[in-house]
Structures are given as C-alpha cells and as structure tokens.
C-alpha cells in the first residue's frame, strides 16, 4: 500500500475522508441528511471551492438567497466566496459528495497529466 490508501465509511450523516485517506490536495466528504433536515449553518470559503455530486434521493442549496433544486446525478460547483446551505427534501432525504479544492490551482487535466506506462 505504499501508492494508495483505502478506506470503507460506514452511515454517519457526515465523514471527512482527508485524515482516513491521507489527501493532500483536496478534501472530500460524504454527507447525508434525512428528509426534511438541513445543515444547520450557511458557509462560505476564504479559497475552496466546493463541487457537490448528488449520490441519492433529493434536496436543494440555497446558494447566495438563491435555492438550486438537487437530485440523483446532479453535479454543482460553488465559488468559495458563494454563500451556501444544503438541505433534503421535506419527503426524501440526499446523500451527496463534497469535493473541496483550492480554486485555480487545476495547473494540468488527465490528459496531460496522466504518464502511460
């Protein structure tokens, strides 16, 4: 396991995969709220951007006063200075991925990235 780590999450509503995977370029956590919860405070980043993937079942951000309607294979990038709050739906609850990364700092994409071995 010298090149990789793995790790298996069980159900908590929310689980932040820097520390069990050891990253160093991004944060990632997973998150789920039952129907009709929220997250209980607004947020915005000094850096981060924020990309969302909407893994289950439905909700919604409210993203600067703005509400974006969210459901299964929806994806959403939010600016870090965007004001942002995330709920489910009053009859579904959501489960969504949240990938934060320093925005600009993509300098290459896979294709130029990648080294074929």
Same mark, same amino acid.
């Given at each position: 396991?010298?090149?990789? #780590?793995?790790?298996?999450?069980?159900? $908590? /509503?929310?689980?932040?995969?820097?520390?069990?995977?050891?990253? #160093?370029?991004? $944060? +990632? %956590?997973?998150?789920?709220?039952?129907? /009709? =919860? /929220?997250v209980p405070f607004v947020h915005a980043h000094k850096n981060n951007e924020e990309i969302y993937g909407i893994l289950e079942g439905a909700g919604f951000a409210t993203i600067d /006063?703005?509400?974006?309607?969210? @459901?299964?294979?929806?994806?959403?990038? @939010? *600016?870090? =200075?965007?004001?942002?709050?995330? %709920?489910?739906?009053?009859? %579904?609850? +959501? #489960?969504?991925?949240? +990938?934060? !990364?320093?925005?600009? *700092?993509?300098? !290459?994409?896979?294709?130029?990235? =990648? +080294?074929?071995?």
């Open positions: 396991m010298a090149n990789y #780590t793995k790790t298996n999450e069980g159900n $908590e /509503g929310r689980v932040e995969l820097h520390e069990a995977l050891g990253l #160093t370029g991004a $944060e +990632i %956590s997973i998150n789920k709220l039952p129907a /009709g =919860a /929220g /006063g703005e509400k974006v309607e969210l @459901v299964a294979g929806d994806w959403l990038r @939010v *600016s870090p =200075a965007a004001k942002r709050q995330f %709920s489910a739906a009053a009859d %579904s609850g +959501i #489960t969504f991925v949240c +990938i934060q !990364v320093k925005a600009g *700092s993509l300098d !290459v994409f896979t294709a130029d990235d =990648a +080294i074929m071995c």
